[in-house]
């Protein structure tokens, strides 16, 4: 790790220019008009720099160097600047050289036109479907030609492309696809310059390369044995061998993620070291000397990332591996930490882009985090255990430390069980990625032999994914932390003051030790004391006898209603997580009656949150065959779906204590009712505390149709606003309601204007009390004195006792 007493370790110097290279690469990319500015400044300063160090080193030669070595000080520091000034040139100019292709000014001049165009696949379709899309897949491609009017061609245009799945095959790794669909182009930094969305499924013009072909083979040899091999361990196992996960289910991949164990399933270094290792040791076994060794490693490293494909993890990987190897031939050994930062460097110069990728940026982390932190780690719980134990705990706390800051990023939580849960599965990573390569090396040459190698990697497979699972099912193994920046800050700060212990602890003043060890203990237990007791604040301050709940699903739709201990649901909004988070935090493990009013995206697009919950279910009118696929995945998972109509009635509940239920709308004896907003299905709920109307995105002409067709019957004590609160209202139905509670189901900086003010001037004329999920997040009615009722709110806390609207 470096010198001890005073002397400065090497591994700063090391790491700074990947740091300053990694910064500079995320900066240009998101703002690429300034890179050749930057490129020509951080050249200008890097000769300067050069210079003075030259000048320096000459003239503490001349002068036989000061005592206190302050003149070679200055030349090392100067040096170190260069170096940074250097590479942040290199990717700078990189990024000016590169950005002008990724998005041609002929490509953006289409805007959104559905365009006829040619894809190079550079990794292989993996299932994005969903029980609300159907069926599709999504892969990675560049953009080579494109045909509206005329062909343009000449670039190749980063892209990701979602398309219908093609019942054959789907597209593989250096095949040629013609697709047709739009282009929505992404920000400057992404690393897909565009989206593509595809209507019809694509058509395979060429076939993967003869050069490529062969590991084309291997992989789908592979993922065909797994797929005769049972539960989660037959998914997992391709994963753990070659980094395909596209056979991994959603549920898997949740467990995976949940308890820190996803990274078993990315190629990284531990599989590049595997191969070296194998291949030097078999070349040593037969006399071959340090050169053959090292070729034929390298050879072999190659083969492999070609056979895994070189996804980010597996880039960073290898060329550590190549240098390690070429440095170790020449007599140089190189440390881990050289190593890793020359990759990165490398890496970036080449594609600046990926300094955006979580792929690449984890991996990156995970990886110095090893280096740096498992020594001083394992030196540390030497003390209280047995070293080899020590090493086990060390190796993956180190890694997650240094992965954590970047972690709350995509997941606001700490997870505690992440490092008991990669002790427990560690162990089987290594023989399920050895038994499941050879299984796939073995494929083409005997399929029964290849069968019983990866029934062999079955085994530590289906640990790995049993550790998961229960992990991923424990509460307290997962603490919520603060989101966004905020929470970056507050994990990061901790965890580089825990750095700066395992790795300076002993050259610090005592006093300094002390005061870095109380701010890491005071700061940790601040922060998880505040997390809990927000959690426990919002459980014990959350009515439990909540009758309404509107769930805050972003711009969409989704109401729950509860009458004892039966509930119903109207919509599922946009996106499934959001939905399952509502229903986790209030106990709703099935539902009886599930309403999804019309097939807009907003109103249907969580489904996969309830798929296999619901009992009974109401639809509306289906507008073209994509909206029967909503039906039959709930049939699917044996939910008993019916068309709703005006006059379908039933009992939510028992029948002595239930809630009746009641549809007004669609109306098939009004006529002229196209599928969509304005035939959305409106559904009178009477529960016992409270009437409710919900009028799903209906219109304001479809408002006066119901309203001549249907009475109303008793006031309504709550509605939920139609269409998140549009302009489109009818100020006669809202006066007919009168409604206490207005509820307006609305995403915040939507981008549509909702609410408008209009609509919620219309029902605050009304009487009404305005609750906005945007400004709230979930809201909870529950009842409350003389006919009001109680009102708790994720943002506002603890339920009003005073209670808002009220029956009249």
């Known amino acids: 790790m470096g010198e001890r007493n005073g002397a400065a370790s090497p591994w700063p110097r090391m790491l700074v220019p990947a740091v300053v290279t990694w910064i500079g690469a995320a900066i240009c990319c998101g703002m690429p008009g300034a890179a050749w500015g930057t490129a020509l400044v951080a050249f200008l300063t890097a000769t300067l ?36 000034a250097a590479t942040l040139g290199l990717v700078a100019a990189s990024v000016a050289a590169h950005a002008p292709d990724r998005k041609p000014t002929a490509l953006q001049a289409l805007g959104s036109a559905q365009v006829s165009a040619e894809v190079m696949v550079t990794a292989d379709a993996v299932p994005s479907g969903t029980a609300t899309t159907g069926s599709s897949v999504r892969f990675a491609a560049d953009l080579v030609s494109v045909s509206h009017g005329r062909v343009l061609q000449g670039f190749s245009v980063p892209v990701l492309v979602f398309a219908p799945a093609d019942a054959e095959r789907s597209p593989r790794v ?3 696809w013609r697709i047709r669909g739009a282009l929505r182009w992404n920000a400057p930094g992404d690393a897909r310059a565009a989206l593509v969305f595809v209507r019809e499924p694509p058509t395979r013009l060429e076939e993967t390369p003869a050069a490529l072909r062969w590991s084309t083979s291997l992989r789908s040899g592979l993922i065909e044995l797994a797929g005769s091999l049972p539960g989660p361990g037959g998914e997992l196992l391709p994963g753990l061998a070659i980094g395909d996960v596209s056979k991994v289910g959603d549920e898997v991949t949740g467990w995976m993620q949940q308890s820190s164990l996803s990274h078993l399933t990315a190629v990284s270094g531990a599989n590049c070291a595997v191969i070296v290792w194998l291949i030097s040791s078999a070349v040593a076994a037969v006399g071959g000397g340090r050169a053959l060794r090292i070729t034929c490693a390298l050879l072999a490293l190659t083969a492999f990332v070609v056979l895994v494909t070189p996804q980010p993890s597996v880039q960073r990987a290898a060329l550590m591996a190549a240098f390690v190897l070429l440095m170790g031939g020449f007599g140089r050994p190189l440390r881990g930490l050289a190593a890793l930062a020359l990759a990165v460097i490398v890496l970036l110069v080449n594609d600046p882009w990926l300094a955006g990728q979580y792929g690449f940026g984890l991996s990156v982390l995970a990886t110095g985090g090893l280096l740096l932190l498992s020594g001083p780690l394992t030196d540390l719980l030497a003390r209280w255990l047995p070293r080899r134990i020590a090493a086990l705990i060390a190796i993956p706390a180190a890694a997650q430390l240094a992965c954590q800051p970047m972690l709350v990023l995509l997941d606001p939580s700490i997870q505690l069980g992440g490092v008991p849960a990669n002790l427990l599965a560690g162990p089987a990573a290594a023989p399920a990625t050895l038994l499941g390569l050879l299984a796939c090396l073995l494929a083409p040459v005997s399929t ?24 991923a099912g424990i509460p307290a193994a997962r603490v919520p932390w603060p989101e966004g920046p905020l929470g970056v800050v507050l994990v990061t700060i901790p965890t580089l003051l825990i750095a700066l212990l395992l790795l300076r602890g002993r050259e610090l003043p005592a006093r300094w030790r002390r005061a870095v060890v109380m701010v890491v203990v005071v700061s940790l237990v601040v922060l998880c004391g505040r997390t809990v007791g927000v959690g426990l604040g919002t459980a014990l301050h959350r009515p439990g006898d909540w009758m309404v709940a509107a769930c805050d699903v972003g711009q969409g739709d989704a109401v729950l209603l509860r009458q004892g201990g039966s509930t119903a649901l109207v919509d599922v909004g946009p996106d499934p997580e959001p939905l399952r988070s509502c229903l986790d935090g209030l106990g709703v493990t099935r539902i009886d009656l599930l309403v999804l009013t019309h097939y807009d ?47 379908d009635q039933g009992l939510l509940g028992d029948p002595q204590t239930g809630a009746p239920w009641r549809v007004l709308w669609p109306d098939p004896v009004a006529g002229g009712i196209e599928p969509g907003n304005d035939a959305s299905v409106v559904v009178r709920f009477d529960l016992s505390a409270a009437t409710v109307l919900l009028l799903g995105d209906l219109g304001a002409e479809a408002q006066e149709r119901l309203l001549g067709r249907h009475t109303l019957g008793q006031p309504i004590d709550v509605v939920k606003v139609s269409h998140h609160g549009s302009a489109d209202q009818s100020e006669r139905l809202a006066r007919a309601i009168a409604a206490g509670v207005a509820l307006v189901s609305v995403g915040a900086d939507n981008g549509y204007g909702h609410p408008t003010r209009s609509a919620l001037d219309l029902y605050e004329g ?31 806390g603890a339920a009003d006792p005073t209670g808002v609207g009220g029956r009249r």
């Not at 994509?626 to 068309?643: F, H, K």
């Open 174 to 176: 250096g095949e040629r």
């Open 448 to 471: 029964p032999l290849a069968l019983s190698v990866a029934w062999l990697g079955w085994v530590p497979a289906s640990w790995i994914a049993a550790v998961a699972r229960w992990f």
């Open 601 to 647: 995206l907003d109103h249907v697009g969580g489904l996969e949150a309830v798929v296999g919950l619901v009992d009974h279910a109401l639809v509306g009118p289906v507008g073209d065959p994509a909206d029967e696929r909503i039906g039959r995945a709930l049939r699917d998972a044996g939910t008993d779906v019916r068309q709703a109509a005006a006059g």
């Open 766 to 796: 009304t009487g009404a009390e305005i609750l906005r999920t945007d400004e709230s997040g979930t809201i909870l009615l529950g009842p409350g004195e003389a006919g009001a009722f109680r009102v708790w709110s994720e943002r506002a």
């Open 49 to 84: 720099c050069l210079i003075c160090a030259v000048w320096i080193q000459r003239r503490g030669a001349e002068a036989a160097a000061h005592a206190d070595g302050a003149g070679p000080n200055r030349a090392t520091m100067l040096l170190l600047g260069a170096c940074c």
